[in-house]
């Protein structure tokens, strides 16, 4: 494994990287600090920006998980990004653009870092078990904006909690965030197209293939504080989950926050 250096990242450098590999994406920023590069990405989308801008932060101040969760991490220790797509398919099935990224993600990792992962419904990428990147994404009028935080260099000690981990703690090939950007992004590119044009099924079938949760028994909690319990058996074509219970009823889950229960639990 390389040793790490948090070297910032050189615009230049990374767009000539990602050029190499795709064309698909239109504009490339990369600033020393932000509040949040998916509040950034939103007003630019308000104000007309074009799909495939993409925006990098060395540092976010207030960056925003799921559920509103605040999320850090140490400055260039990570990849943080959002990216702006104006997807053509029918609103109801954007929410698969989670699961687009997650999958993306994935077969990056193994084909730049030599790194299996796994995925975690609704957006969480792990590596044994450990949470190693985040997934957020809004929408913002006829926009969809993806942020991504994803745990490079970042240490033991240095870990937000317990349950995280880092592509340098699970033994990554490389940890040079270009490198790793640059085929990210290519594969979001490449699967992003064939999700606009035949739809998302091919992504829930790989997403299904690298699922961390599917077959798992799963504690669910929902926004309004309800709770359930059952195994995690499938994806529908919007991506929700459908959890059966220990009476049989099935439920599908559009939104809601996933514990992955040991047998014993």
Same mark, same amino acid.
């Given at each position: 494994?390389?040793?790490? =250096? ?23 920023? *990369? ?13 630019? #989308? /308000?104000?007309? #920006? ?13 960056? &925003? ?6 999320? *850090? ?41 030599g790194v299996n992962a796994k995925l /975690? ?23 969809v904006i993806v942020g991504v935080g994803?745990? *490079?260099?970042? =240490?033991?000690?240095?870990?937000p909690i317990p349950e995280a981990t ?29 999700? !606009? ?18 077959? &798992? ?9 309800? !709770?359930?319990?059952? &195994? ?20 599908? *889950? ?12």
């Open positions: 494994m390389s040793t790490p =250096t948090r070297k910032p990242l050189d615009r230049h450098e990374l767009w000539t990287l990602l050029s190499e590999k795709s064309d698909f994406w239109t504009e490339l920023d *990369v600033v020393q600090v932000t509040g949040s590069t998916n509040a950034d990405l939103a007003n630019a #989308a /308000k104000h007309g #920006a074009p799909e495939g801008k993409v925006l990098i932060a060395e540092e976010q101040e207030h960056g &925003r998980g799921r559920l509103d969760r605040h999320w *850090v991490s140490p400055a260039r220790a990570g990849l943080t990004m959002s990216f702006l797509l104006r997807p053509t398919l029918p609103r109801e099935q954007w929410g698969t653009l989670s699961l687009l990224t997650a999958v993306a993600l994935e077969e990056a990792l193994k084909a730049v870092c /975690k419904w609704p957006n969480d990428v792990l590596i044994a078990d450990k949470k190693v990147c985040g997934i957020l994404a809004q929408v913002e009028g006829n926009a994803l745990n *490079v260099s970042l =240490t033991e000690a240095e870990l880092s592509l340098a703690i699970a033994g990554a090939s490389t940890l040079d965030r270009a490198e790793i950007a640059s085929g990210f992004l290519a594969h979001v590119a490449a699967v992003y197209q064939t999700w !606009n044009e035949r739809g998302p099924a091919s992504v829930i079938e790989r997403w299904q293939r690298n699922s961390a949760t599917l077959g &798992r028994h799963v504690s669910v909690s929902f926004p309004n504080g309800r !709770n359930l319990t059952g &195994r995690a058996i499938g994806i529908d074509n919007d991506g929700c989950l459908q959890v059966a219970a220990a009476d049989g009823t099935v439920e599908t *889950v559009a939104a809601g926050d996933i514990v992955h229960l040991r047998p014993q639990d």
